[in-house]
T-cell receptor, first 114, second 113 residues
C-alpha cells in the first residue's frame, strides 16, 4: 500500500527566506509524485509533478522539488518566499497500478512572517 | 475554460439529515474523482468515475454514501443519514484522460451537528 508522510505540520518562515517542505513516501515501484497547494478559500492547485526523467522538477510559482529514490523523498523548495505563499501544502503519490488515485500526506501549513 | 465547480461551498446539517453535494467537472473531462478530508486527517480518495461508470469506489466509507454521475456530466454525492464523523471537506476533481491531469474544485465544507 502507498503512504505519504509530511513530518512538519506547521512551518513558519520569514518573507524572503528559503523554504523546504519534506515529503517521504512508501511505494514498491517508481511512484508518480505531486505537490499541491491550498490557499485559504481555494481548491487544491497542482504545483508540480514527477513521473520520470530528470529528478529535479520545476513547478509554478517558483517552486521546485527533487525526487531522491534512495531516500524515498520528494521535498519541495522555494528560494525566497512571498507573503502569498502562506497556504497548506500537500504531497501526494499515485500510480497507474493503483488506478490513478492519489494518496496524500497530512499537509504542512506554512505561515509567512513579514 | 471554467474550472471544476462544487456546491454548496458550505453546508451545515443536523445528524440524521440528508445532504447532497454536487460537482460540475470541466466540460469534456471523462474522469471525475471525489476525495474528502475529515478534520485533522489526510485527504482521502472516495471514488472515481469514467463517464457515468464507477471505475473505483474502494474509498467509499460505508453505504450511507451514494455517488452518481448520470449522463457522464455532473456528479452528486449524497450522504444519508449524515453522522458527526462525516464532517469535513469534500473535494471533486476531473481530468480529460487518465494521465493525472487532475483539476480540483474548491471543495464543499460539510459540518454535521
Amino acid at each position: 500500500a502507498q503512504s505519504v508522510t509530511q513530518p512538519d505540520i506547521h512551518i513558519t518562515v520569514s518573507e524572503g527566506a528559503s523554504l523546504e517542505l519534506r515529503c517521504n513516501y512508501s511505494y514498491g515501484a517508481t511512484p508518480y509524485l505531486f505537490w499541491y497547494v491550498q490557499s485559504p478559500g481555494q481548491g487544491l492547485q497542482l504545483l508540480l509533478k514527477y513521473f520520470s526523467g530528470d529528478t529535479l522538477v520545476q513547478g509554478i510559482k517558483g517552486f521546485e522539488a527533487e525526487f531522491k529514490r534512495s531516500q524515498s523523498s520528494f521535498n519541495l523548495r522555494k528560494p525566497s518566499v512571498h507573503w502569498s505563499d502562506a497556504a497548506e501544502y500537500f504531497c501526494a503519490v499515485g500510480a497507474r497500478a493503483a488506478g490513478n488515485k492519489l494518496t496524500f500526506g497530512g499537509g504542512t501549513r506554512v505561515l509567512v512572517k513579514p | 475554460e471554467a474550472g471544476v465547480t462544487q456546491f454548496p461551498s458550505h453546508s451545515v446539517i443536523e445528524k440524521g439529515q440528508t445532504v447532497t453535494l454536487r460537482c460540475d467537472p470541466i466540460s469534456g473531462h471523462d474522469n471525475l474523482y471525489w476525495y474528502r478530508r475529515v478534520m485533522g486527517k489526510e485527504i482521502k480518495f472516495l471514488l472515481h468515475f469514467v463517464k457515468e461508470s464507477k471505475q473505483d469506489e474502494s474509498g467509499m466509507p460505508n453505504n450511507r454514501f451514494l455517488a452518481e454521475r448520470t449522463g457522464g456530466t455532473y456528479s452528486t454525492l449524497k450522504v444519508q443519514p449524515a453522522e458527526l464523523e462525516d464532517s469535513g471537506v469534500y473535494f471533486c476533481a476531473s481530468s480529460q484522460d487518465s494521465n493525472y491531469g487532475y483539476t480540483f474544485g474548491s471543495g464543499t465544507r460539510l459540518t454535521v451537528v
